[in-house]
C-alpha cells in the first residue's frame, strides 16, 4: 500500500514559498511594543471633539487620525495573516482577538467625526478647506461625507437608527441560522451508488456530475429541502427588503435602489442599463442553452444540467513555477512594468503558495498601505490554481499601484471596482490559453469555461439584480408579498433568461431562498458591471496596445481618489453606457461561434 499524502505543518513549508511576514513585524514581541504605543496614542483623537470648526484644528486631528489609523491596519494585517497561516496556533489567535476588540473601541473613539462635520452650518467646511491650504488634500473626501448631510438625521435620531441596527439585522441572521446550522439535507446516491449527505457544499459538485441521474437528485433534493422552509425564508427575506425599504425613506432617498447607489455617487441608469442591455440580448443566452442541449447529447434539456461541463475536466499538473510562466506569458500586452512588479510580487514572497495544516481555506489578496499586498493561496497544481493565482495577483498590483501614487486617505478603492483589475488577468489568462491551445479537447473545454464565467457573472447576476429591482420597487409601494409571489416572480424571469430549449424545472423557484446577497441589497450587479469593464479594458489592450495599457494603469493608480464612475470612465470604460456589457456579449458570442463549429 502507498503512503497517504499528509498535508504538511507549516514549519514544514520552505521558506521560500510562505510569505514574508517578518517585513510588518520580525516577532510578536515587536507587535505587541506597537499595539502598547497605538493603546498610548488612540485617546488623544478624543481631545478635538467638538472643535474641528477651527481649520488648524481638522488639520491636526485628520493628521493623527491617519497615524493612529495606519498603525492600527498594520497590527490588524499582521495579526489576521498570522492567524489565517495556522488557525490552531493559540498565539497568533490571542494577538487577531486582542486588535480585533481594540478595533472596535477605536470606532467608537472615531465616531464623532462625520456626525459632528455634519452638524456644522452649511459653508463652515468649505471655508476651512479655503483657510488653509493643507486641507486641499482632504477635499475630496469632505466632499463625500458633506453629499451625506440630506440624508442624515439629527443627532437624536442618528442614535436611534444606530441603536436598531442589530434589529434590523435580524433577517439575515436568520438566514444565516437556519440555512448554515439547522437546515439539512437528504442523502442521495453519488456515481458508485454509494448513499452521500447532501450539503451546500459539495452541491457544486454533484450538479456538475456527468452523471443525470445524480445531478436530477441532487437538485431536487437541495431545492425540495428549501420548500420545505418556504414560507420562514419568505419572511425573512421579505422582512429584509422591508428594513432596506424603511431605511431608505427614513433617509429621505426616493427608493431603496437610490439608498444603495447614491452614496457612491453611481446614476440609477448605471443599474437599468445593466438589466436593459441584457434583456436585449437573450438571444444570446437561449442560444447557449440550445448548443449545450446539442452537445450533451439531450432530447430535453432541464434546469439541473446547466452548470455540467461540456467535456471532460482535463487532468493537469502545473508546478507553480511552470504557472507564474504562464500567466506572465497571458500577461505580456501589460507592458514590462506591469510585468517587472509581477515579478516583485513573486521574488519578494507576497505569495503564501501553499496549503499546510489548520491554514485558512481559499485565496484572497491583503495588505496595508504600509505593508506589501500579501497573497493567501492554496495552490494545488491545477488549472484553477493558476487562474487563482493571476486573480489575486491583479487585486494585489492594483493595491501596489494605488498605494504608491495616492495618500493613504485615497489609496483604497471601493468595492464597484475591486473586481475590475482581478478578473483582466483571469480574462488575459484565459484568452491566451483558448488561443496557444493545440488540443482540441482542451480548448474546447477552456471555451466552456470561459463561456460559464459570463453566464454566471454576467447574466445570472443581473437576472438576481432584476429579482431584487421587481422586489424592492414593490415593497417601496407598499404592495404585500408572499412566498408564492417571490417564486413566480423568480420562476417567470428563469423563463425569459433561458429560453424555450430547457424545462424551466418547479424546483428552481425556489432558488431565491438560497442567495445570501439578497441580504445585502444590490450588491450582485456589480459582479456583472466589474466583469463587463474588464472585459472591455481586455478588448482595448489587446487592440489597442500601449495607449489603452497606461489609460487602465490610469485606472490602477487612482485608487479611490474619485468616484468609481468617474475613475472608470477617464481610462476608457464608460459604465453609464451600455457599451461595456455590449462588449461582454460580443466575446459570450464569438465564443459560441468556436463551440458551434
Known amino acids: 500500500m502507498s503512503d497517504v499524502k499528509k498535508v504538511k505543518r507549516r514549519e514544514e513549508i520552505a521558506k521560500e514559498d510562505k510569505w514574508d511576514i517578518e517585513k510588518i513585524y520580525e516577532n510578536t514581541e515587536e507587535w505587541e511594543k506597537d499595539f502598547k504605543k497605538l493603546k498610548e496614542m488612540a485617546p488623544k483623537i478624543k481631545d478635538f ?9 481638522l488639520l491636526s486631528f485628520l493628521k493623527l487620525d491617519e497615524e493612529i489609523s495606519r498603525l492600527a491596519d498594520k497590527l490588524l494585517v499582521y495579526a489576521f495573516l498570522k492567524s489565517d497561516e495556522d488557525t490552531s496556533n493559540n498565539a497568533n489567535q490571542a494577538i487577531k482577538n486582542k486588535i480585533e476588540a481594540y478595533s472596535a473601541e477605536l470606532a467608537a473613539m472615531e465616531a464623532f467625526f462625520i456626525p459632528e462635520i455634519l452638524s456644522y452650518e452649511e459653508g463652515t467646511i468649505e471655508k476651512a478647506i479655503e483657510e488653509n491650504s493643507e486641507l486641499k488634500k482632504y477635499e475630496f473626501m469632505l466632499k463625500r461625507i458633506l453629499k451625506k448631510k440630506p440624508h442624515t438625521l439629527s443627532k437624536e435620531a442618528e442614535e436611534l437608527m444606530a441603536s436598531v441596527s442589530d434589529a434590523l439585522n435580524a433577517p439575515s441572521n436568520i438566514f444565516n441560522m437556519l440555512t448554515n446550522a439547522d437546515m439539512t439535507f437528504p442523502t442521495i446516491k453519488d456515481e458508485e451508488g454509494n448513499e452521500v449527505e447532501l450539503t ?9 456530475s456527468k452523471d443525470r441521474r445524480v445531478r436530477e437528485d441532487a437538485f431536487k433534493a437541495l431545492f425540495g429541502t428549501y420548500e420545505k422552509f418556504k ?17 431608505a425613506k427614513t433617509r429621505k432617498y426616493n427608493s431603496s435602489l437610490e439608498a444603495s447607489l447614491k452614496p457612491n455617487d453611481i446614476p440609477l441608469e448605471v443599474y437599468n442599463n445593466a438589466i436593459k442591455t441584457i434583456n436585449d440580448n437573450l438571444d444570446s443566452l437561449h442560444r447557449y442553452v440550445r448548443i449545450k442541449k446539442k452537445l450533451l447529447g439531450l432530447s430535453e434539456m432541464h434546469m439541473y444540467d446547466l452548470y455540467v ?12 513555477d511552470e504557472g ?17 512588479i509581477f515579478d516583485e510580487g513573486i521574488q519578494n514572497r507576497w505569495v503564501d503558495i501553499y496549503e499546510n495544516k489548520g491554514k485558512r481555506k481559499g485565496a484572497y489578496s491583503w495588505g496595508t498601505y504600509d505593508t506589501m499586498p500579501y497573497i493567501l493561496l492554496n495552490y494545488n497544481y491545477e488549472l484553477n490554481d493558476v487562474s487563482t493565482l493571476a486573480h489575486e495577483m491583479g487585486h494585489s498590483i492594483h493595491s501596489y499601484y494605488s498605494r504608491k501614487e495616492q495618500p493613504y486617505i485615497y489609496a483604497d478603492y471601493t468595492l ?20 496557444n491551445e493545440k488540443d482540441e479537447k482542451k480548448k474546447l473545454y477552456l471555451i466552456n469555461t470561459q463561456l460559464e464565467q459570463i453566464r454566471t457573472t454576467v447574466f445570472r447576476q443581473i437576472m438576481f439584480a432584476e429579482f431584487e429591482k421587481i422586489t424592492h420597487e414593490k415593497v417601496d409601494a407598499g404592495e404585500p408579498l408572499t412566498s408564492e409571489d417571490l417564486c413566480k416572480i423568480y420562476h417567470d424571469l428563469n423563463a425569459k433568461y433561458f429560453g424555450e430549449d430547457i424545462v424551466i424545472d418547479k424546483e428552481i423557484d425556489m432558488e431565491w431562498s438560497r442567495i445570501p446577497h439578497f441580504y445585502t441589497d444590490f450588491y450582485v450587479y456589480q459582479y456583472a458591471t466589474g466583469y463587463s469593464a474588464a472585459n472591455s479594458f481586455v478588448k482595448a489592450i489587446l487592440e489597442k496596445g500601449k495607449d489603452a495599457v497606461d489609460k487602465y494603469k490610469g485606472f490602477l493608480k487612482a485608487g479611490g481618489s474619485d468616484y468609481p464612475i468617474n475613475i472608470l470612465k477617464k481610462a476608457g470604460v464608460d459604465m453609464t453606457t ?8 460580443a466575446r459570450f458570442n464569438e465564443l459560441l461561434d468556436m463551440l458551434d463549429k
Not at 414560507?231 to 431605511?247: R, W
Not at 451600455?578 to 456579449?585: A, C, G, H
Open 49 to 57: 471633539q467638538g472643535k474641528l470648526k477651527d481649520s488648524n484644528e
Open 200 to 208: 451546500e457544499g459539495n452541491y457544486g459538485i454533484y450538479n456538475k
Open 231 to 247: 414560507n420562514t425564508l419568505a419572511a425573512s427575506l421579505i422582512s429584509s427588503i422591508k428594513n432596506f425599504s424603511f431605511i
Open 309 to 320: 461541463p461540456v467535456i471532460d475536466t482535463p487532468k493537469s499538473h502545473i508546478e507553480f
Open 324 to 340: 507564474v510562466k504562464i500567466i506572465k506569458e497571458a500577461l505580456k500586452p501589460l507592458g514590462e512594468e506591469y510585468l517587472k
Open 416 to 435: 464597484f471596482c475591486a473586481e475590475v483589475a482581478s478578473t483582466v488577468n483571469e480574462n488575459l489568462l484565459i484568452n491566451y490559453l483558448i488561443e
Open 578 to 585: 451600455s457599451k461595456p456589457i455590449e462588449d461582454t456579449i
